[in-house]
């Protein structure tokens, strides 16, 4: 068996199940899961339309690159949402089946295997950096996220050392868990430290479309770049998914693009790996990347979520709306993260993230302890249900 599968953690979910093993929660309360970041508002019927329309694609072997239209589809929709002057389908653009997997598989592609390797990623983050550093034969670098600086990564605080055998650097922005949105200057520190050591950023924008001001979405990496003169997108990939997007987890549709040159050689580590887009999912995310009414109709229903949900959990928990993104992260009271999501879920049926789950200890610290994730991702009453037990619970 390949050594490096020794090195993973046991993923969040799981460390969750184990945490309240053996606690039957209160009768009293229906369960309301807050705990994990699936989308529940309905899948458009133009994307399930789509989809039903193309079944005859199942009788095709897919090409890994994808068909010419979603390819134009995507970069089509690329240079509407950030006013990009140019992006060219046939070698900036390559479809993928859901941005976890690309995220992964993208560290596999890039990293030299050879000599020492880091790869340099947020703290708290989405777990799918970590593994995939890992399994790379790299060693992850955490950059911690903290209030004190706004839940902004301080990548100037990284030594010169780890820049040094920096292979691959994960941003995510709008941030995973707290829903913090990269300014230009971050990007342009990122853009120097990446033309100094040389290595690639792999930008995961999966939250780009959920956000509260119609007129100011979040920068995108690409957007930045071309606002820094960049237009070749060197070494900078970014990766994006239908699935909070457009509500569509089950598609398993995303794409990749940036430079050219490094998709060029991902595409064919893709041709052995397998992960041919089906015709039938192609159409369906035609129809979705080309249509912008359902995306609005959702941030409509999340920003409903957050304005009643918020103050509530703000009169118990110390938090604010995030930037973007579809996560409420709070500090809780006493610091013990493990203990609040544990007794929450026994006296109030109520499931939520700890937050020390989703960070890792560096430097004697987990920026994520004392910390709970709240998914607001289920309908509006049960989310305003879960806030009031929740300041129930708190104030008893």
């Known amino acids: 068996m390949n050594p490096f599968l020794n ?40 994307i399930r339309d789509a989809l039903v329309a193309n079944l005859d694609g199942l009788s095709t072997y897919p090409a890994t690159a994808g068909g010419p239209a979603l390819r134009e589809s995507i970069a089509a929709w690329l240079q509407r949402r950030y006013g990009l002057r140019r992006v060219d389908p046939a070698a900036e653009v390559l479809p993928v089946n859901g941005s976890r997997e690309a995220l992964f598989a993208f560290a596999q592609a890039v990293i030299d295997p050879g000599g020492a390797a880091r790869v340099v990623c947020p703290n708290p983050f989405y777990q799918i950096y970590e593994g995939a550093a890992l399994l790379a034969g790299a060693e992850p670098f955490f950059v911690e996220q903290s209030p004190e600086t706004g839940f902004r990564c301080d990548w100037a605080a990284v030594p010169d050392a780890v820049w040094a055998d920096t292979r691959l650097l994960y941003a995510c922005s709008p941030g995973n868990p707290t829903g913090a949105v990269m300014s230009l200057d971050d990007w342009q520190l990122l853009f120097e430290l990446s033309d100094r050591h040389g290595f690639a950023i792999a930008a995961d924008e999966c939250y780009s479309e959920i956000h509260f001001e119609e007129a100011a979405p979040p920068l995108g990496a690409l957007q930045a770049a071309q606002a820094l003169g960049r237009t070749d997108w060197r070494r900078l990939v970014v990766f994006s998914s239908l699935s909070k997007r457009s509500n569509a987890p089950g598609l398993r549709s995303g794409f990749v693009a940036g430079d050219a040159s490094i998709l060029e050689r991902f595409l064919l580590y893709r041709t052995y790996h397998g992960s041919a887009m089906s015709p039938a999912i192609q159409a369906a995310s035609i129809a979705a990347w080309g249509d912008e009414a359902h995306v609005v109709e959702n941030r409509v229903l999340y920003r409903q979520k957050f304005d009643a949900v918020t103050p509530r959990l703000a009169r118990v928990l110390d938090t604010a ?32 993230l700890p937050g020390s789950f989703l960070a890792r200890d560096q430097y004697g610290r987990n920026p994520g302890r004392g910390f709970v994730r709240i998914a607001l991702v289920d309908s509006l009453a049960s989310c305003i249900e879960a806030a009031d037990r929740i300041e129930r619970f708190l104030s008893s």
């Open 7 to 46: 090195k993973l953690q046991p993923y969040p979910f799981e460390r969750l199940r184990a945490l309240l093993a053996g606690i039957t929660p209160s009768p009293e309360h229906s369960a309301l899961a807050l705990s994990i970041g699936e989308p529940r508002h309905p899948t458009p019927a133009l």
């Open 321 to 352: 709306r995030p930037e973007a993104g579809f996560y409420i992260w709070a500090r809780v009271p006493g610091g013990d993260d493990q203990a609040f999501s544990r007794d929450l879920y026994a006296q109030y049926n109520v499931l939520v």
